[in-house]
């Protein structure tokens, strides 16, 4: 079993529709991350967020930190087609703050 | 700025074969990790390291080897190669974990 479990793991949405992107574990982090991955590249960075209750924005993208920083979510605000991607979360957990790890990811397609 | 650099970008070995991954970095990051990337499986990591000459186990380091003499190298080393190491490698780095990381555009191994 990962430490971090993504879901959904599959998502296929109309262009326009809105969607949340969940990232779950029973261990604490001291920080999460959101990665977006497209085919043949390597992931790229979205956002960081380190303190509990933590909210950030990104035009349509909001991400947010769970109280307990357990969990994390991403929510998208009318999807579009170039949002279609892999988007990984991955984070430092409390008990060791050298090894980063990943979760398994979360493959959406967003149809126009 | 070139950012990381990874080469080959393609790779087949035989079974049994080893090679060396080269990757090299030129933000001057203390963090570098090396994961691999297999279908449904997100990133699992391999080895990582916190600066030149400290390097440590990953969650599948078994049958990789690294080494990091300077700042900007971090070289993964499979010994003898085997099916099961068939991915897509990843080198990426950090100024400091809680920043995010830096990813290469990967390798794709095949071992036959």
């Known amino acids: 079993t990962q430490l971090l479990e993504q879901s959904p793991q599959f998502l296929s949405i109309q262009e326009g529709e809105n969607l949340t992107v969940y990232c779950n574990s029973s261990?604490?982090?001291?920080?999460l991350q959101w990665y977006r991955q497209e085919p043949g590249e390597g992931p790229v960075l979205l956002v960081t967020?380190?303190?509990?209750?933590e909210v950030k924005k990104l035009k349509r993208l909001t991400f947010q930190f769970g109280d307990a920083r357990k969990d994390s979510s991403l929510h998208i605000t009318a999807a579009q087609p170039g949002d279609t991607g892999l988007y990984l979360c991955a984070g430092l957990p409390d008990y060791n703050f050298n090894k980063f790890y990943f979760g398994s990811g979360t493959k959406l397609n967003v149809k126009p | 700025n070139a950012g990381v650099t990874q080469t080959p970008k393609f790779q087949v070995l035989k079974t049994g074969q080893s090679m060396t991954l080269q990757c090299a970095q030129d933000?001057?990051?203390?963090?570098m990790s090396w994961y691999r990337q297999d279908p449904g499986m997100g990133l699992r990591l391999i080895h990582y390291?916190?600066?030149?000459?400290?390097?440590d186990q990953g969650e599948v380091p078994n049958g990789y080897n690294v080494s990091r003499s300077t700042t900007e190298d971090f070289p993964l080393r499979l010994l003898s190669a085997a099916p099961s190491q068939t991915s897509v490698y990843f080198c990426a780095s950090s100024p400091d974990n809680n920043y995010g990381y830096t990813f290469g555009s990967g390798t794709r191994l095949t071992v036959v």
């Open positions: 261990s604490v982090f001291s920080s």
């Open positions: 390291s916190v600066g030149a000459g400290i390097t």
């Open positions: 933000m001057n990051h203390e963090y």
């Open positions: 967020v380190v303190t509990g209750g």
